[in-house]
């Protein structure tokens, strides 16, 4: 079956199409939402509409291999035949029932005419009641075969339905007395090749009862809680909800837990979801029949499960006319719900992947262009490896281990084994700001990136075990000392320099950050000398680099004068370095130094402008640093901002490629990497420096 792909208009009514075609990606709960596209599928009225049904299951001219006919009129012969409907491989058409007319209704028999060869078969539902005898007459006068499949009630309907099936082993169990339940179930009956059968509210029927005698072996679901078919079959599985809403977003969740492609339609009458169920159980367009109102808003629980799958879903259907469904439920359905941080994350990273990532070398490309062509700076890369390891450690997402794996491998490729110092000194292995040849030029060697750098070789080991990747953070961190300025000439003298070169400023981040390095080594192997050099950076910038505000100045000149700009990534630095400072030591001053910190920073940068401006890189460093101090002395403030920042930027996205834009530029890997982590921390994996 091809579903119908664009808008087109008959006199007998048309497909609407509605929504952009925007890749659809991640998103947050904080009122961020993305775009589906949606297709409205109705008729002029409830027998139109299944023809229009009809025409998008089989485009082509008898390309049906059978028909099944129910009455439009009343619910309880054509609950069960949905599944018949898709085993024969044909549409579900419904005509008025006999109280209302004698005849088939001509638009029907048009559309049987088109769809159905001569000679082939159309399935009538209920007896003589329900639909005219007069039917049967009209269609084998046309050259059809016409089967009825009548029991003496709706129940025994429903069990010759299942026999006609050939008895499957797997059972829908759903009230007869009311349409809801069944019509959400049909998809998931013909996805798992199931049969629907029918109980008495909460009495079990005498048909059913025996037809389930008589299968003892089968798979039983009951959709419907205690009040409905649940009641009536208390050993079957349950899927419900406290209502009818609930109800059909329990059976979405419970069978199409991945869903890409969804159905909507009115819950309040049975027509429009009895053909659009069909229609979502068809292979190119298998996904769950959610019930909505008729006006907006979406039932919370319909608009949970959409914004559950809502990182997977590439269309939805919306089955009847405005009058049946309102435009403005069809615009919820479109973009009226939000992804969870988590898909964020996931999508993020997907774009990221997508648009800059050479995995034939496992490195990034070097975009916008720069001195570190054709690959990323170190400091991009070292973003992108803490986002991986970041979505690595997220709830349930261990899938990214070969990733983190490949960032790994990616790192090596930045490492300087011969580095040597200003005065000609050889220092200890560390990494340089580009790729090393040959692959690359190299470039010079700066301590904060060396910082980012240990902090990601130890979020590594902390993943995997590894204990080279222990090694080669204690070796760069070895190689960050010997950047310690020992000129007593040197305005507030000390500090560790930015860069491996002489006259180099000292700034907050080479020191913080570096702070930060060998607390964490010191915590996993209690090497003194880590923590006596930690301490030793984090008293200087605190010495030299502190405002009367609380807040921390970006860096130290050579001549001793101080570069005053606030930085958020600064102030992070030195919250996670005083977080951890505490943790190690008990002393309480440094744990309200983070605190004191913390509060200046979410004061001074709030959730606007000031913020945003500061870009994905140094806010990924301070909300991390901030989680931190959060998990040692809870503070909502520090997520709220998180959460503010994070719902912008998703408003900021290319959405061609999905790469996040500063100022209408994707920045390369530092614009969207960074956001992989921020998403992350949001989504719950566990804050680390």
């Not at 009225?45 to 025409?55: L, N």
């Not at 190119?284 to 799958?309: A, N």
């Not at 003194?528 to 200087?540: F, G, P, V």
């Not at 606030?566 to 992070?572: A, F, H, I, P, T």
């Amino acid at each position: 079956m091809t579903p119908w792909p664009k808008r087109i208009l008959t006199g007998l009514g048309f497909v609407a199409f509605l929504g952009t075609f925007l890749t659809m990606v991640g998103g947050t709960p904080a009122g961020a939402t993305t775009t589906v596209p949606v297709q409205r599928i109705y008729g002029i009225d409830a027998i139109g509409t299944s023809i229009v049904v009809s025409e998008a299951e089989f485009p082509a001219a008898g390309s049906a291999k059978a028909v099944v006919l129910a009455r439009s009129d009343f619910f309880a012969d054509a609950l069960a035949g949905g599944p018949l409907a898709a085993k024969l491989g044909g549409p579900l058409l419904i005509t008025p029932g006999a109280s209302l007319s004698t005849t088939l209704d001509p638009r029907v028999q048009a559309e049987i005419q088109r769809v159905l060869p001569v000679g082939d078969t159309v399935y009538i539902l209920g007896g003589d009641l329900a639909l005219s005898p007069n039917i049967d007459t009209q269609l084998q006068a046309l050259g059809y075969v016409t089967q009825r499949i009548a029991g003496a009630d709706e129940y025994g309907t429903a069990v010759d339905i299942a026999e006609a099936e050939g008895n499957p082993t797997t059972i829908f169990e759903a009230t007869g007395l009311s349409f809801q339940d069944a019509l959400s179930a049909v998809p998931a009956a013909i996805k798992e090749h199931g049969a629907i059968l029918l109980t008495d509210g909460t009495t079990q029927a005498p048909e059913t009862a025996a037809y389930l005698a008589a299968n003892p072996g089968d798979t039983r679901y009951a959709i419907g809680g205690p009040l409905a078919a649940y009641g009536a079959d208390p050993t079957a599985t349950p899927v419900y909800g406290q209502d009818l809403y609930e109800t059909s977003a329990a059976v979405a969740s419970t069978f199409f837990p991945s869903a890409t492609v969804f159905g909507a339609a009115t819950g309040t009458n049975f027509p429009d979801a009895l053909s659009g169920g069909v229609f979502m159980g068809e292979p190119g367009t298998q996904g769950p029949m959610l019930l909505v109102e008729p006006f907006g808003p979406l039932p919370p629980t319909i608009d949970s499960y959409l914004s559950g799958v809502a990182s997977e879903l590439t269309q939805g259907y919306l089955f009847g006319g405005p009058v049946a469904v309102s435009d403005d439920v069809l615009s919820e359905l479109s973009v009226g719900f939000a992804p969870t941080d988590e898909q964020e994350a996931m999508a993020s990273y997907e774009s990221l992947q997508e648009s800059l990532y050479e995995a034939s070398v496992q490195l990034y490309q070097g975009l916008p262009s720069s001195s570190c062509d054709p690959y990323s700076c170190l400091w991009p890369f070292t973003n992108a490896m803490a986002g991986t390891e970041y979505l690595d450690a997220s709830p349930g997402r261990s899938s990214y281990a070969p990733d983190v794996a490949a960032r790994l491998n990616g790192l090596l490729a930045y490492v300087d084994p011969d580095e040597v110092s200003p005065s000609g000194g050889a220092q200890p292995r560390a990494f340089e700001s580009a790729v090393a040849p040959p692959e690359g030029p190299g470039g010079s060697t700066y301590y904060d990136d060396n910082a980012w750098s240990a902090l990601d070789l130890i979020d590594a080991y902390r993943l995997t075990g590894n204990p080279t990747d222990l090694t080669l953070a204690q070796d760069t961190f070895n190689f960050v000392v010997t950047g310690w300025d020992t000129s007593q000439t040197d305005g507030c003298p000390g500090g560790v320099f930015w860069e491996d070169v002489s006259g180099s400023q000292r700034n907050t981040t080479a020191n913080a950050g570096n702070a930060e390095v060998g607390l964490e080594l010191y915590q996993l192997t209690e090497n003194s000398a880590d923590l006596t050099w930690a301490e030793q950076m984090y008293q200087w910038v605190n010495t030299c680099l502190e405002s009367p505000y609380g807040l921390y100045y970006d860096h130290v000149n050579p001549g001793g004068s101080v570069d005053t700009t606030m930085w958020s990534y600064n102030q992070g630095t030195m919250i996670g370095a005083g977080a951890l400072l505490y943790e190690i030591t008990g002393i309480q001053t440094y744990l309200t130094a983070a605190e004191d910190t913390a509060a200046a920073a979410v004061s001074y940068f709030g959730t606007g402008t000031t913020l945003q401006d500061q870009g994905p890189a140094f806010n990924a460093i301070y909300f991390r640093d901030l989680f931190v101090l959060g998990q040692i002395q809870p503070n909502t403030t520090y997520t709220a901002e998180a959460q503010a920042y994070a719902t912008y930027m998703w408003t900021q996205r290319d959405t061609s490629s999905g790469l996040f834009l500063q100022n209408g530029q994707t920045n390369g890997v530092n614009g969207t990497a960074p956001m992989v982590e921020i998403y992350s921390l949001l989504a719950g994996s566990t804050p680390r420096p």
